[in-house]
């Protein structure tokens, strides 16, 4: 755990030229798809505003949100990660054949919640909120077992 945070930190210091060029060679791709394959509809903007992570400046009515309060609900952030995740445990453990793997003590539920969750932040462009929402979910069940309280 030390190790991951040393290298964090690490990355963090050396890296601050070459790590928005890497980002967007990587995250880029990924955000044009979702951008592209975001259904035609009416509100077309605010479904790409909150899958997307896209600017509500394409937006009909961004005052609207504003006024009414909702922004935030059109704004990704670390927590829309989280409440997918929660979504995602929810209704992948219910699933038949995506349980515990016998031999290899792996569960394909939390992989697999992990994939989409990757994707995720990947097509909101490794925004910071989402890419430490991640870090988090992906740390904590190791921290819980540790006996860590959050």
Same mark, same amino acid.
């Given at each position: 755990m030390i190790r991951a945070a040393?290298?964090?930190a690490?990355?963090?210091l050396l890296g601050h030229q070459y790590l928005p060029r890497l980002r967007a060679q990587i995250a880029d791709p990924f955000y044009?798809?979702?951008l592209k394959f975001t259904p035609q509809a009416h509100h077309k903007?605010?479904?790409q505003s909150l899958v997307c992570g896209q600017s509500l400046r394409d937006s009909s009515n961004p005052a609207q949100w504003k006024n009414l309060g909702l922004i935030h609900i059109l704004v990704v952030s670390g927590g829309h990660l989280s409440l997918l995740a929660i979504v995602l445990t929810k209704t992948l453990r219910f699933l038949p054949g995506?349980?515990?793997l016998k031999k290899q003590k792996?569960?394909?539920s939390t992989i697999a919640v992990f994939m989409i969750l990757f994707l995720f932040t990947l097509a909101n462009r490794l925004q910071p909120p989402v890419l430490r929402a991640l870090f988090e979910w992906s740390f904590r069940g190791r #921290? #819980?077992?540790r006996g860590w309280r959050f």
């Open positions: 040393v290298l964090l690490l990355l963090t044009s798809r979702c903007s605010e479904i995506v349980g515990r792996v569960d394909l #921290l #819980l077992a």
